[in-house]
């Protein structure tokens, strides 16, 4: 239970202020995940980031900053924000929760039917994160989300700043898989690649898989660069050897093995039909 509530006046003064808390205590942004019924996140301290000016938009020609407390209705509202996010974004069917949840709270959720994390992961986001070390020092690192979150112990008690997107010309596109839009989703998947001279480059492929976790479709993406495949399902024969799956509320494990295949190669046949178009 929360018995002690801090307002975080700075970044800094934060940092230090979970730093003093060590596990127990936590940042507090849209709180949707915090006081969720059956949460995991069991902080005694928090550490408000409300009056933190964090939830700026900004952008030039080459890259979006999105402010860790943007909430998901301010970004939906937002031209800066790429169509992808906002296709992301509507996967929380809840309007009161989308007023209320926020990119940076959602990454640091790291759930396994996360909303926007493989979105995000396959766009190829960065992340800019504020620490501080134990003689006070305070640094900011801008590194890849894939770090952040393969890393991710070492960077508990570090506060995500922002979410920068790079890569204007990216396409990404993704599915959600649940009973309904308020449902748990069994998978979200996202599909992500460049397009150069008619061709599909740097393919990244990541899915949230309920009781699995967050995982990348290496095997998938190595294919799809070696032309190893035919017709665009073929891929789900790859995608099925890769991942433990598991039976629970969303679905059976061999139901979510066979919306995976089926998702990635839906997904990756548009991206071909874009290469065509551009042709
Ligand atoms: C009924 C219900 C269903 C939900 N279903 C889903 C779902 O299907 N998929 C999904 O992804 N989410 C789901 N959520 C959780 C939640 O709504 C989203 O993940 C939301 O984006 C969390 O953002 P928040 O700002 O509310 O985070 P908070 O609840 O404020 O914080 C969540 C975690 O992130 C940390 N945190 C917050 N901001 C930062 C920051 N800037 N830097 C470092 N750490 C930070 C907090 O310390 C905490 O550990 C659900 C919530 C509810 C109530």
Same mark, same amino acid.
């Given at each position: 239970?929360?018995?002690?509530f ?5 970044v ?8 003093k808390?060590? !596990?127990?205590?936590?940042f507090?942004?849209?709180g949707?995940?915090?006081q969720?019924l059956?949460t995991?996140?069991k902080?005694t ?5 409300h009056?933190i000016s964090?939830?700026t938009?900004?952008s @030039? ?10 909430t ?5 509202? @937002? ?5 992808? !996010?906002?296709e992301a ?7 009161t929760?989308?007023?209320m949840?926020?990119?940076?709270g959602n990454i640091?959720?790291? #759930? ?13 986001a #960065?992340?800019h994160?504020g620490?501080i070390?134990v003689?006070g020092e305070?640094s900011?690192e801008n590194?890849?989300? #894939?770090?952040?979150?393969?890393f ?6 570090s506060l995500?700043?922002?979410i920068?997107?790079?890569?204007p010309k990216r ?6 898989f649940a009973?309904t839009?308020q449902?748990p ?10 397009i150069?001279e008619g061709?599909?480059?740097d393919? #990244?492929?990541?899915?949230a898989i ?6 990348r479709l290496?095997k998938v993406e ?6 190893q495949?035919?017709t665009?399902? @073929? ?9 433990a799956?598991? @039976?629970?509320i969303?679905g ?12 990635v190669?839906? !997904?990756?046949k548009?991206c !071909?039909?874009?290469?065509q178009?551009?042709?």
């Amino acid at each position: 239970m929360i018995s002690e509530f801090i307002k975080g006046e700075g970044v800094q003064q934060a940092l230090k202020e979970i730093q003093k808390g060590g !596990l127990s205590a936590g940042f507090i942004a849209g709180g949707t995940e915090i006081q969720r019924l059956g949460t995991q996140k069991k902080y005694t301290k928090v550490v408000s980031l409300h009056s933190i000016s964090l939830d700026t938009i900004t952008s @030039d020609t080459q890259k979006v900053v999105i402010g860790a407390m943007a909430t998901f209705t301010q970004m939906a509202e @937002d031209s800066q924000v790429p169509s992808y !996010l906002k296709e992301a974004i509507k996967f929380c069917g809840s309007f009161t929760k989308r007023n209320m949840a926020t990119i940076g709270g959602n990454i640091a959720s790291l #759930r396994d039917d996360s909303y926007l994390i493989p979105t995000l992961l396959a766009a190829k986001a #960065r992340v800019h994160i504020g620490d501080i070390s134990v003689d006070g020092e305070y640094s900011v690192e801008n590194i890849p989300l #894939r770090e952040y979150i393969e890393f991710r112990e070492h960077f508990m008690g570090s506060l995500i700043l922002a979410i920068e997107l790079n890569r204007p010309k990216r396409i990404v596109f993704s599915q959600r898989f649940a009973r309904t839009v308020q449902s748990p989703a069994a998978i979200t998947v996202s599909f992500g690649a460049g397009i150069e001279e008619g061709t599909l480059t740097d393919v #990244r492929i990541f899915a949230a898989i309920k009781g699995t976790g967050i995982i990348r479709l290496k095997k998938v993406e190595e294919g799809i660069a070696e032309r190893q495949f035919l017709t665009p399902e @073929d891929v789900a024969t790859v995608v099925n050897s890769e991942i433990a799956f598991v @039976d629970d509320i969303t679905g059976s494990a061999s139901y979510k093995h066979y919306i995976l295949g089926s998702s990635v190669a839906h !997904l990756y046949k548009r991206c !071909l039909e874009l290469t065509q178009e551009e042709a």
